[in-house]
Structure formats: structure tokens, C-alpha cells
């Protein structure tokens, strides 16, 4: 006796060379986008861990500003554990006032350390620009609370101003800068 075949199920179903097909498909899509995923992460957390880098200097040269150190000398490691930690001010106009970046974990310390220089007491950062070990560094000065203002602009004239200074005059813009 012959079998009846059913044409209607073998018309709906999947060969085995069509499912082959599919997953080779779908394994070679994957091993080109997986390498680019890999780089847009690479580059968010570099991105990241410069932007807790700056946030690290900026809190340093306020704090010092402020009256207080955190400045580990020769380790930049310990200076950031000191930020993260941060203090208080006990004197001075900043009484009071908190300077830290609390909740840094130990991993983004580390990578901000990678943007991070000591140079003396100054705490630098680093902006690396994608050639390894050329940096830029990016010097935060203390000593300077705020920008001189030049007059004619809407700003307000904070007294280290010698008066109006037209723009694009570096030569005399270069006079005021503070005496190192």
C-alpha cells in the first residue's frame, strides 16, 4: 500500500538547509556588529571616566582655593581617594561648604587616573588626544579665582580688570596673567 504524503505540511515547513542558511546569516551579521558594539562602549567609557576626570580636578582646585588639601604628594591615586573622601572647609568664606565626589566607585577612580597628572602640588588633567602617551594637560591654577573681566562686555569688573582691552590684543591680554 502507498503512503499518502501530506503536500500541505511540507509546503509550511523549514528544510534543514533554509535553517542552516538563516544561522550562518545571522552568525556572520553578528561578528561584524559585535566588534562595533565592543568600540561604542570603549568609547562611552573613556568618555565617562574624562568626565570624572575633570570633575576630580575641578573639586581639587576649588577645595585648595577653599583651604583645604588633598594633595597626596608624588600619588595621584591617594589625591583622588582624598577627593572622593572629600572635607569640609572650617574657616574662611567657605566655611561650611563640602568639596568631594562622593560615590566614585574604585573602578571609575581608576580609569579617571588615566587623565590624571601631579605636577607639584597642582593636580592636571590629562586629555589624551587618541595618540598613546601624548597628552595635553589642562593646568587649573588656584591662585586664580576668576576670570578678569573686560569692561564694554556686560561683566562685571571684579578689579583685575586694567581697563578696556580690545579683543585679539594677546599682548596685552598676556599682561594679565598672574605672576607665577
Do not use: C, H
Amino acid at each position: 500500500m502507498r503512503k499518502e504524503y501530506n503536500q500541505k505540511s511540507k509546503a509550511t515547513a523549514f528544510s534543514l538547509v533554509e535553517m542552516l542558511s538563516v544561522i550562518a546569516v545571522i552568525g556572520i551579521i553578528s561578528a561584524i556588529a559585535v566588534p562595533g558594539i565592543s568600540r561604542i562602549r570603549e568609547s562611552a567609557e573613556n568618555a565617562s571616566a574624562q568626565r570624572n576626570a575633570q570633575n576630580l580636578a575641578s573639586v581639587y582646585v576649588s577645595a585648595r582655593a577653599a583651604g583645604l588639601e588633598f594633595l597626596a604628594p608624588n600619588d595621584v591615586g591617594a589625591t583622588v581617594a582624598n577627593i572622593v573622601t572629600g572635607g569640609t572647609t572650617s574657616d574662611g568664606v567657605m566655611s561650611g561648604s563640602y568639596f568631594g565626589v562622593p560615590g566614585l566607585s574604585t573602578s571609575e577612580q581608576t580609569a579617571a587616573i588615566a587623565f590624571l597628572q601631579l605636577n607639584g602640588e597642582d593636580l592636571l588633567y590629562a586629555k589624551v588626544d587618541g595618540v598613546e602617551g601624548e597628552a595635553n594637560p589642562v593646568i587649573l591654577d588656584p591662585g586664580i579665582s576668576a576670570p578678569p573681566t573686560i569692561t564694554g562686555l556686560g561683566g562685571i569688573n571684579d578689579g583685575t580688570d586694567p581697563g578696556n582691552v580690545p579683543l585679539g590684543d594677546e599682548e596685552t591680554l598676556g599682561s594679565l596673567a598672574p605672576d607665577s
